[in-house]
């Protein structure tokens, strides 16, 4: 089943703002990750966040990582219409060899 | 980053005919390679677990005639779906894992996914 809820489920704001995505979790986490799908594209990794680190940049990407509320956010600042996608947090689920994916967040940036 | 293909990337059959699918890791070996399915603007569900050289481990739910998955090499796994029907049309995805750089800097990398459409 499905571990992870993310909010908002669609978010549309316009190009030079910032995005921020939330995620949150249920089972205790070896680490965290970020993923980026475009419409009817595979997945493309952005970021990883251990469990014993609280905030990790990459670019234009801030995601912090909360696990006493087991909870995470991704920040996209000055966002782009090329950051029009679907985001995705996963977790590896206290250890299991496979990734819990949340539902997803539908951003849309307006030109 | 490590490179995987899948195809077809979108397949039409008709109904009671099978279909497979292909996942290739390129410039890695993967002992792990995980299939996805995806509907439409929801999340991905695991359908299983492919290890190099046993048996798929199956997710809840998921048919294991229904859904054959062979990996029988290091960088290549299949998932066939057999007698396909309307209801498996769907966005099967796979990924791979590379075991080899640590488990706790795992990430995934994706294939490009297959559109099915069973008519």
Redesign the interface.
């Known amino acids: 089943s499905?571990q992870g809820e993310e909010d908002p489920q669609a978010l549309s704001i316009q190009e030079g703002e910032n995005a921020t995505m939330n995620c949150s979790y249920k089972t205790s986490i070896?680490?965290l990750?970020w993923?980026r799908q475009n419409s009817?594209?595979?997945?493309?990794?952005l970021i990883?966040i251990?469990s014993n680190e609280r905030e990790k940049h990459s670019g234009r990407l801030r995601v912090t990582l909360d696990t006493s509320k087991k909870s995470s956010s991704l920040l996209i600042t000055a966002s782009r219409a090329a950051d029009t996608a679907s985001y995705?947090c996963?977790t590896?689920a206290g250890g299991a060899?496979?990734?819990?994916?949340?539902?997803?967040t539908?951003l849309t940036i307006n030109p | 980053g490590a490179v995987v293909s899948q195809h077809p990337s979108r397949v039409i059959c008709k109904s009671g005919t099978s279909v497979k699918i292909e996942c290739r890791s390129l410039d890695f070996q993967a002992t792990t390679m995980f299939w996805y399915r995806q509907f439409p603007k929801q999340s991905l569900m695991l359908m299983a677990t492919s290890n190099e050289g046993s048996k798929a481990t199956y997710e809840q739910g998921v048919e294991k005639d229904k859904f054959l998955i062979n990996h029988a090499s290091l960088t290549l796994s299949t998932l066939t779906v057999t007698s396909a029907h309307p209801e498996d049309s769907s966005f099967y995805i796979c990924s791979a894992e590379n075991r080899g750089r640590g488990y706790e800097n795992t990430e995934a990398f994706f294939g490009q996914g297959t559109r099915l459409t069973v008519v």
């Not at chain 1, 009817?40 to 990794?45: I, N």
């Not at chain 1, 060899?97 to 997803?104: D, E, I, R, S």
């Open positions: 499905q070896n680490n990750q993923y009817g594209r595979g997945l493309v990794h990883l251990r995705f996963a590896d060899q496979k990734l819990v994916f949340g539902q997803g539908r």
